[in-house]
């Protein structure tokens, strides 16, 4: 029935309050919102949450008044307690009718009444507010809001649809106050145009509430809301700037003017590091140092510092010069910072310039960047870039169990295909190197690590190069069959790959497929320009197999007809090798 639904909107009433106190960008509307879920609560007859709703609203500046009337009403009904026949609702109304016409004539002090009783009376919920605002209609505007033409009026309304929750009752409002010119206009536009404002911001208005802001700083500069307007003005337009780069030129005027309007406010310091940071994204570092080394001691101090080191980075070369001293000024940063997302942001900055070094320095990346996940789990968009930078420290630096689990985190991202292989190609050669180089004994953790990364290259770029790689490397581990696979995939594409012709060659020949090996040397040596260093390769294999197969004469046959052929320096190497066999193979 009507009490049911009348409940139901009263919850939907706490709800839509409770999520403007998520955010307080707007202390009245913040105080307004609190206020107006304490009234929801106290006719759900929840009397405990009412008070301590309107407690702690009854200590705002902004709506402290009607709050302690209210309070005083919610601990009335917790304890019982009937009200005085002096608060009859019904005689105050009365008496609000009485007080509204008088009101619009100026006089502050009965606006000062006739506002505190409106809001006093609404304050009962119920049907009260509605009734409240309908009064103020019917004697100010001839029965609709519409018809209401006194700046008093209009303020009231707007006030009063605050009070309820119902913020889209006032742009109308204040759009009516612009053509009302009364000798309140002075005095109440400014907070109409306030109230608009602040309402179109806390529900995601940013660039209709940076134009409100605008609009009262324009007329009245010199209102008491003058520095908060011109404060949320720019926070506004920093926000709407995220969606529509156009309005950046604003966000920068509305900077500048409240730094020249508020040097010593207590925004100024936030209003100095975004200029520094606009500045810093237009690449400008000489004004940003400028507006950071301004902001002074506070919650934005270590935002400034950081700030100011992102732009030494910035003016880093190609070389070391002045790397290592922004590199240690890095790690004292990360060292003191107190505020982990700062600390993250500062700690994966380091670790780039480490790794920009000439010879990088991966033993400070790895050191940076160890635990990075753990020590900054809210820095979420700052992981992947954290692992790809570590991963390759420790790959480079032979941390290769550690490596292993960086490189399976890795390939469980979710990165840009370009990108992902960019990193795999810089992590697969270096790996490839290291099995190439290490002592036998070390060599199989990096040759499985670089199968495992070619791997994945081979099958998401279809590239022939990894393919041809991963051969080498599956033939180097041992598995002949693999390898031989991935050479002749390539060669039904390319049937002229050297690359893929030797590596199938030399698959072949340690598979025992000597005569397939022998094949394959033939089309490299029929492909091959005689004595240079692939012909002569091919030449040293067909010799070796032959005298191994026992062919021993067709072997020396061919190794002698190769004698003083050799066009290249690795053609002479190997014409000195067959002259080394000569005499295994020619007795």
């Known amino acids: 029935g009507d009490a049911a639904k009348k409940r139901a909107l009263?919850?939907?009433a706490v709800e839509g309050f409770s999520q403007f106190l998520l955010v307080n960008e707007v202390p009245e509307i913040y105080a307004d919102s609190l206020y107006g879920r304490g009234l929801a609560f106290l006719e759900l007859g929840d009397t405990a949450k009412a008070i301590e709703d309107l407690s702690a609203a009854a200590d705002t500046p902004q709506v402290g008044a009607k709050a302690r009337?209210?309070?005083?009403e919610a601990r009335r009904r917790a304890s019982g307690r009937k009200g005085s026949a002096e608060e009859d609702p019904e005689a105050l109304l009365a008496r609000l009718g009485d007080l509204l016409p008088r009101a619009t004539g100026g006089d502050a002090a009965v606006e000062k009444d006739a506002t505190a009783l409106a809001r006093g009376l609404a304050a009962r919920g119920g049907p009260w507010p509605a009734r409240v605002s309908s009064l103020v209609a019917e004697k100010l505007g001839g029965g609709a809001p519409a018809g209401v033409h006194s700046t008093y009026g209009l303020f009231l309304l707007a006030q009063l649809a605050v009070d309820?929750?119902?913020?889209?009752?006032?742009?109308?409002?204040?759009?009516?106050?612009?053509g009302v010119h009364d000798g309140a206009r002075a005095r109440l536009r400014p907070e109409i145009l306030y109230l608009d404002a602040?309402?179109?911001?806390?529900?995601?208005?940013?660039r209709e509430a940076a134009e409100r802001f605008a609009t009262l700083l324009r007329e009245f500069p010199d209102s008491g809301h003058a520095r908060d307007a011109a404060y949320y003005r720019f926070r506004a337009?920093?926000?709407?700037?995220?969606?529509?780069?156009s309005l950046t030129p604003a966000y920068e005027q509305a900077l500048d003017a409240y730094l020249s309007a508020y040097p010593r406010a207590e925004g100024a310091a936030e209003a100095r590091y975004l200029l520094a940071e606009l500045h810093r994204a237009r690449g400008d570092c000489q004004r940003a140092g400028a507006e950071y080394g301004q902001v002074g001691a506070g919650p934005f101090a270590a935002r400034a510092r950081l700030g100011d080191l992102e732009c030494r980075v910035l003016t880093l070369g190609k070389g070391n010069e002045g790397r290592k001293e922004v590199l240690a000024a890095l790690r004292t940063f990360v060292h003191d910072a107190s505020d982990k997302g700062l600390g993250a942001r500062a700690a994966l900055l380091g670790a780039a310039v480490a790794a920009g070094?000439?010879?990088?320095?991966?033993?400070?990346?790895?050191e940076l960047l160890d635990g990075f996940e753990q020590r900054y789990p809210d820095a979420k968009d700052l992981h992947p870039r954290a692992l790809e930078l570590r991963l390759a420290a420790r790959v480079a630096t032979g941390r290769l169990e550690e490596a292993s689990r960086d490189l399976d985190a890795f390939l469980a991202l979710r990165a840009g295909a370009a990108e992902r292989r960019g990193t795999l190609a810089r992590v697969g050669r270096e790996l490839a190197t290291r099995a190439e180089r290490a002592a036998p004994a070390e060599q199989p953790p990096a040759l499985a690590l670089a199968r495992k990364v070619y791997t994945v290259l081979a099958r998401e770029s279809g590239d022939a190069g990894s393919r041809i790689v991963l051969a080498d490397l599956d033939l180097r581990a041992g598995d002949a069959a693999a390898a031989r696979a991935l050479y002749e995939e390539v060669l039904k594409t390319d049937g002229a790959s050297a690359e893929a012709l030797r590596g199938a060659a030399r698959a072949a020949a340690a598979q025992g497929d000597r005569a397939?090996?022998?094949?394959y040397w033939r089309r490299v040596l029929d492909a091959s320009p005689p004595g240079g260093t692939a012909w002569y390769e091919a030449r040293v294999a067909q010799v070796t197999l032959l005298a191994e197969d026992g062919q021993k004469a067709q072997a020396c046959e061919l190794?002698?007809?190769a004698r003083g052929r050799a066009t290249s320096a690795g053609g002479d190497q190997l014409e000195a090798r067959l002259k080394e066999m000569e005499p295994r193979v020619c007795r």
Request: net charge negative; charged share 25%.
């Open 10 to 12: 009263l919850q939907k």
């Open 559 to 561: 190794l002698r007809a």
């Open 69 to 72: 009337a209210a309070l005083e």
């Open 164 to 178: 309820r929750g119902r913020c889209g009752d006032v742009p109308p409002l204040a759009d009516a106050s612009e």
């Open 516 to 519: 397939h090996a022998l094949a």
């Open 237 to 245: 337009l920093d926000v709407a700037r995220a969606s529509d780069a």
């Open 357 to 366: 070094a000439t010879p990088p320095d991966q033993g400070a990346v790895v």
């Open 198 to 206: 602040g309402c179109r911001l806390n529900t995601g208005q940013a």
